[in-house]
């Protein structure tokens, strides 16, 4: 199905170059003089890579077709996580470079969504909001305002900024998008 750049949006994936990328954020852009640009920040779904792009307006676009399938998290080694889908009981592994920042999000046994394109496996998907343990932490200053914050690292290693009242072994839920602390579990 051929798009065009007036059904741009946030998240839509397309084919160019023979690749799958997804839409993190665009513009339209009419110049002075000339025809209309469409400026595109866009991610490799194959290579993980960003780029910013920019194409004539009137360039059309093929969909491209990401097939996802839950799966649960079942463990990591040597860089490498591995999925099971609960149905089939099929096995699938991605590399820790494929995963990328999700892999501070992914905790045993949590449902994910992978994706995949013509069958290969690309990326895995989280949900929005985590829950994650404190694992380090400083204690509390006492009468410091709420809206002061301290470091804290997570049981997956992120580092994070927390209000002064979590304490160590706490649980908190974090914006998987941002890293970013949402509240207490």
Same mark, same amino acid.
């Given at each position: 199905? #051929? ?15 023979? %690749? ?10 009419? /110049?002075?003089?000339?025809?209309? +640009? ?27 077709? +990401? ?10 080694? %040597? ?10 009981? %099929? ?35 989280? /949900? ?10 400083? /204690?509390?200053?006492?009468? #410091? ?6 470091? #804290? ?6 580092? +994070?900024?927390? /209000? ?22």
């Amino acid at each position: 199905m #051929a798009i065009e750049s007036g059904d741009f949006r946030t998240g839509l994936t397309v084919i160019v170059d023979g %690749d799958p990328w997804v839409v993190v954020d665009f513009q339209h852009v009419k /110049p002075g003089k000339g025809a209309a +640009i469409l400026k595109t920040k866009m991610k490799n779904l194959k290579t993980g890579s960003t780029q910013e792009r920019n194409f004539n307006a009137s360039t059309k676009f093929e969909q491209a077709n +990401i097939e996802k399938k839950t799966a649960q998290f079942s463990y990591a080694a %040597d860089g490498v996580y591995y999925f099971m889908d609960m149905e089939t009981y %099929d096995t699938y592994e991605l590399s820790e470079e494929h995963i990328g920042f999700n892999k501070y999000f992914i905790v045993d046994g949590m449902e994910v969504s992978l994706m995949f394109f013509e069958g290969e496996l690309l990326s895995v998907s989280v /949900p929005e909001k985590v829950e994650l343990t404190v694992a380090e932490t400083t /204690p509390g200053i006492k009468g #410091a305002p709420t809206s002061q914050t301290k470091d #804290a690292v997570t049981d997956t290693g992120l580092a +994070i900024r927390v /209000p002064q009242f979590i304490e160590q072994g706490e649980k908190i839920l974090v914006f998987s998008s941002t890293g970013e602390y949402s509240g207490r579990a």
